[in-house]
């Protein structure tokens, strides 16, 4: 019996092994001898072949759920640009021909074109903003300079002045006849603003201030609107108060002031001012930079910007705040809305870029099977990888800028102190990161259109120069990261002391809670799709990194102060800082964005924006595994899933890349590159005739 049991299983053995002989020879042969029956036109995942799933999507409902409340106002914008082709700004320009041209462009939008946005920077920032991106698309140096004029300029009348200020310079600034400045950063001092060493001293004998620039390094630096147009300035300066003690003066911290610098009429520079040209930079060169500085500058005792701080006739000083610090702080928080435009217009930035590079490799075909048709070079997984996360992130990006816009405009109605520090960690954190994203991005775009990117008519390079700028003013975004780092810390220290956390930071005490426990061995190794998909699963995991980041950080920061002191302890860990924030950062936009998708009313547009959203969560996943591989919160086996199924995304996103991008709904005379154009047998046409064919 035991003999021919073994004699039918050597039979059954050698027939199994006979089939995978057959089966391996038949494999063999096909490599050698290829099936070619059915043409190839794109190259595909085949593991993903038989259970992809078609997601259509009208470009038409989904832009109208991405188009936000004031499209019609942005429409009205590029309308009036459309039909003013001598207003639009041309590829090769002049310094002084484009500092024109941008003053023209700007003053004909509000006077002809009839857009106002100066009346929307308090009663409805959200329109303003809108307008701002809709100009930013225009021309980025038309779009500055328009927020030199509003946000900064009119916006420190308005919001650090009082009702007399507000009566005697809105209507002139807001149909520019008083083109105006802020005078914030110095030669030697920009992010340290408390360090500012210009000043402005008191005499009780005239009622006027003195504003001095005591030292080369208090030369007022890179002032937009100060070289050539500029009337007025908000000059940022000490207030220094005469005493009858020793020291002669006291330093109540730094205030702002309205000065004169040009003569109304003659147009010529004011008695005691001096005023020089910044010269070419490597972008924005339609914003005419200048540098100011001040000789005994007498202004009248009533252009203090006093609504923190005022000063009686008789020299004495009186403010609601009790602190220098609390008054520097209040008068920068009124500032915020400029960090909040910048976020906002560089997504705009980032769309035109995406639409522009998405398109061409959509167009261009190069290489493909043998005797087979070229393939479009969005069907290679290299290109897919560099642009359809980013694709993914732009969305990220859109919705949470449009909550932040909204929170701002809350807080400007509200005034509620909570809610104000949340904007103000938002707007740095977003402002950074967003930027930040974006001026990478741009190279990104330029390399993957190859040579045609260079082509200074499809437009990176003067995005990518103009744009990087936005990772400096407003905030340097290393130091915005830092106030961040300083905020969430803050909070943690709040948690374990039993405080209440406001809403932007409430996710750290369940996260925290979660962190100080083991991460759970089984999730640890679940890896199917539906897993990996569930936004559960994706929020966790980025709240998980960023409650372990900042407990470890806090056990460093204790640690080193010890030996360092406070500031040694953060220096020493500042690039962990830096990550914590922009981990908390990538928390909130990928929250939002959960957000949105649920909110979307539309089945198809929901399904397109869920697999956006699985791309943007899933890719920053894998970007930072080692973070959740080296404390267990992801088994190798799930990271490789991870792996897999984010090319899986980038694939099935580039069927509907077409579509995400014709949602953004950018005519082809805002984008105007010819590589970009919405209708591809256009753009080689287009682009023929750019150079006289």
């Known amino acids: 019996m035991e003999l021919q049991q073994i004699s039918s299983k050597c039979l059954q053995n050698s027939e199994e092994t006979a089939e995978v002989v057959n089966r391996r020879i038949n494999l063999l042969t096909l490599h050698l001898n290829p099936v070619q029956d059915t043409p190839v036109q794109e190259l595909e995942l085949l593991r993903c072949a038989g259970k992809m799933k078609v997601i259509k999507v009208s470009t038409e409902t989904l832009s109208e759920y991405m188009r936000g409340k004031h499209r019609d106002i942005q429409e009205e914008v590029f309308a009036y640009f459309n039909s003013r082709p001598e207003l639009q700004t041309p590829i090769e320009i002049s310094k002084d021909e484009h500092r024109e041209l941008c003053m023209k462009q700007l003053v004909g939008l509000v006077r002809e074109g009839g857009i106002r946005p100066f009346r929307y920077v308090v009663d409805d920032p959200a329109k303003y903003f809108a307008i701002a991106e809709a100009v930013g698309s225009v021309d980025m140096s038309l779009g500055i300079k328009m927020g030199v004029q509003y946000s900064l300029w009119g916006g420190s009348v308005i919001n650090l002045g009082t009702k007399k200020h507000r009566d005697k310079y809105f209507d002139s600034i807001d149909n520019v006849d008083y083109p ?11 992010s340290n603003v408390q360090g500012l060493q210009t000043v402005a001293t008191f005499d009780p004998l005239t009622d006027e201030f003195i504003i001095d620039t005591p030292n080369d390094g208090a030369i007022k630096w890179w002032i937009g609107n100060a070289a050539v147009h500029g009337k007025f300035a908000t000059v940022f300066a000490r207030l220094m108060l005469p005493t ?24 010529k520079t004011l008695p005691g001012v001096e005023i020089h040209d910044c010269g070419h930079k490597v972008g924005l060169n339609g914003v005419d930079n200048g540098a100011l500085r001040f000789r005994s500058v007498r202004i009248p ?28 702080a209040a008068t920068l928080g009124e500032l915020v809305g400029g960090r909040v435009g910048l976020a ?4 705009g930035v980032l769309k035109i870029a995406v639409v522009i590079a998405t398109r061409y490799s959509l167009l261009r075909q190069q290489f493909g099977p043998p005797k087979q048709p070229e393939v479009s070079i969005l069907d290679y997984q290299s290109q897919q990888h560099k642009l359809m996360p980013m694709l993914a992130s732009t969305y990220a990006f859109h919705f949470a800028t449009l909550h932040l816009v909204e929170k701002y405009s ?4 509200s005034h509620d102190e909570e809610l104000i520090g949340d904007v103000h960690a938002l707007s740095a954190g977003l402002k950074a990161y967003i930027t930040s994203y974006t001026a990478k991005s741009l190279s990104t775009c330029r390399e993957a259109c190859g040579g045609h990117g260079y082509a200074a008519v499809n437009r990176f390079g003067s995005l990518r120069n103009d744009h990087d700028i936005f990772q400096t003013f407003e905030g340097d975004n290393t130091v915005l990261l830092q106030q961040v780092a300083g905020l969430l810390l803050k909070q943690y220290r709040e948690k374990f002391q039993g405080g209440t956390l406001t809403v932007t930071w409430n996710y750290l005490r369940q996260s925290m809670n979660s962190y100080l426990a083991q991460p759970n061995p089984v999730t640890a190794r679940w ?8 936004p559960n699963f994706q929020l966790d995991a980025f709240r998980y990194r960023t409650s372990r980041l900042l407990q470890s950080v806090a056990i460093r920061l204790q640690k080193h102060s010890k030996t360092l002191g406070g500031f040694g302890a953060w220096n020493r860990c500042l690039n962990h800082l830096l990550t914590l924030a922009e981990s908390h950062i990538e928390s909130f936009i990928l929250e939002k964005f959960i957000e949105a998708v649920k909110n979307c009313p539309d089945e198809n547009s929901r399904a397109a924006l869920k697999l956006v959203c699985d791309l943007y969560a899933l890719d920053r996943i894998w970007n930072d595994i080692g973070t959740y591989r080296n404390v267990d919160y992801v088994a190798p086996n799930k990271a490789k899933a991870i792996h897999k199924l984010a090319d899986y995304l980038c694939f099935q996103v580039k069927n509907i890349a077409r579509e995400l991008v014709d949602a953004f709904d950018l005519p082809d005379y805002v984008t105007r590159a010819p590589i970009g154009v919405q209708t591809p047998s256009e753009a080689y046409t287009q682009y023929t005739q750019n150079v006289g064919f």
């Open 180 to 190: 105006g400045c802020f005078a914030m950063t110095e030669l030697h001092h920009g």
């Open 344 to 347: 906002y217009s560089s997504v």
């Open 301 to 328: 005792r009533d252009n203090l910007l006093n609504r923190f701080g005022d000063v009686s006739r008789d020299g004495r000083y009186t403010s609601s705040l009790p602190t220098i610090s609390k008054r520097f």
């Open 527 to 534: 890896e199917s799709e539906d897993h990996l998909r569930n």
């Open 410 to 413: 809350e807080m400007k109605k």
């Open 244 to 267: 009858h003690d020793t020291k002669g003066v006291t330093d109540m911290g730094v205030h702002a002031f309205i000065v004169p610098i040009r003569d109304m009429k003659t147009h």
